[in-house]
């Protein structure tokens, strides 16, 4: 009988992460779908050159948040749950969106003035995508901080209600602006319209509200622990921009950003197919990893990351013979006729870094969570050095096989790197 209760009292227990985890999932097939469909539908109505240049800028935007937002959002995932279980969730989530904000309006200043010194990197659009790329990022500033509370506080329904509303808002709206503006400009108008709507049905700014004076002692900590324990993550932000997405920049320098679209469609199917099961296990395994460690719980630790390794594997097979048997109907289905040929080409490559990076992720969790954040520039150094290394060198010969090559190179060096530092961290003084 003792037995029994104890086994019922462990699935009592367990039941809130099934119920997590079937909101996670949820959230994640509507994303799963929509990004699909954006696909096919963003390359029938967006030419190649617009399709290229437009990530090319985003891809830009994406270089100033990892260098500037990743220490401060990165401190806030990992440090609200000790402030929440402390009455300070409110104060600490102020503190982090002044922070925020900053840096933003940083991102923004910097890269203004970049694109009005050097008209050529907008790609051929007009004065007016400035104003747009500035939009984005202060609203992807703003949703990151609400929704990074939302995650940390698992507040899992919420989260995937948002993602999947976000995922059909930013492929209703991007397809409504190409439609009638098929320009660089369009497409970056509906990403960020997509997203400010979705952030203003699902953000929840309660703590914006005004409450206690946040202390000089909270600012100090948080400063200090935005020092120490985010900091890290600017350097390896920055060198994983490198590794995942500066093939684009050398494609584009020998070629154009026609072959970049090219490249950008193929490489937007095949990273999906590991990554999108393998989002969904990080948004639900990571927060329990995190709070397992920060409440001493290292059995539980090991518990997680064995069963994330554990379900990454198992996708990362399901992936492989999914593109191997499937490959050909795939990119049929999901790209306009004048980009499948090349992708069908690149997708066993993409996929295969894909598998890389998702393992590469869960391990750089497991590292973060025993506060070796520093360690990571080890394998981000390795990472780049790879893959631009590779693009010099295959690119002007292979070009979209050859920078697909030089992706996959990168991140199967940044794995074997990060599998050393993990074994070295287990090993017995």
């Known amino acids: ?47 190649q050159s617009v399709f290229g240049a437009a990530n090319l800028l985003l891809g830009m935007l994406t270089l100033g948040m990892h260098a500037l937002l990743a220490p401060i959002t990165q401190t806030q995932i990992r440090y609200h749950s000790a402030y929440n279980d402390a009455g300070d969730g409110d104060a600490y989530t102020r503190l982090i969106a002044r922070l925020a904000a900053g840096a933003a309006a940083a991102i ?10 050097w008209p050529g990197a907008r790609g051929g659009a007009g004065l007016s995508v400035i104003g747009w790329l500035a939009a984005w990022v202060g609203v992807s500033a703003w949703r990151g ?5 939302a995650q940390a506080e698992r507040q899992q329904k919420r989260f995937a209600l948002w993602v999947g509303t976000e995922a059909l808002l930013t492929m209703g709206c991007t397809g409504g602006t190409l439609a009638l503006w098929p320009t660089v400009e369009g497409f970056i108008a509906g990403q960020v319209m997509g997203l400010a709507i979705a952030a203003l049905i699902f953000g929840s700014p309660a703590f914006l509200r ?8 909270m600012k100090r900590v948080v400063f200090s622990r935005v ?8 350097p390896l932000s920055v060198l994983g921009w490198v590794s995942n997405l500066s093939e684009r920049y050398i494609l584009v320098a020998y070629f154009d950003t026609a072959t970049v679209g090219l490249y950008v469609a193929a490489f937007a199917i095949a990273n999906r197919l590991p990554q999108i099961p393998s989002n969904f296990l990080a948004d639900l395994l990571r927060p329990v990893l995190f709070e397992a460690q920060g409440r001493g719980q290292f059995i539980v630790v090991r518990k997680v ?8 594997t198992l996708i990362a097979a399901l992936s492989i013979a999914v593109v191997i048997q499937f490959g050909d109907l795939i990119a049929y289905l999901l790209l306009e006729a004048t980009y499948r040929a090349p992708a069908i080409q690149l997708m066993p490559w993409i996929v295969g870094s894909a598998i890389a990076t998702t393992f590469t992720m869960a391990l750089d969790q497991y590292l973060m969570s025993h506060g070796r954040s520093r360690v990571l520039l080890i394998p981000k150094t390795i990472a780049p050095a790879a893959s631009l290394a590779c693009s010099v060198a295959l690119i002007p010969q292979y070009g979209l096989v050859g920078a697909a090559l030089a992706h996959f190179a990168g991140q199967a060096a940044q794995l074997l790197t990060t599998i050393l530092l993990v074994a070295a961290l287990r090993r017995p003084n």
Do not use: C
């Open 1 to 47: 009988m003792a037995q029994r209760l104890r086994r019922r009292a462990a699935a009592f227990r367990q039941r809130p992460l099934v119920r997590e985890g079937l909101w996670v999932v949820a959230g994640h097939g509507v994303t799963a779908v929509a990004g699909l469909v954006s696909i096919r539908l963003f390359t029938e109505l967006a030419p």
């Open 108 to 117: 923004i200043v910097l890269v203004s003035a970049a694109l009005l010194l």
């Open 145 to 149: 901080v609400l929704i990074n509370r």
């Open 210 to 217: 005004a409450g206690p004076p946040i202390g000089a002692d």
């Open 227 to 234: 020092a120490t324990y985010g900091l890290p993550f600017a």
């Open 305 to 312: 990351i064995m069963t994330w390794l554990s379900g990454l």
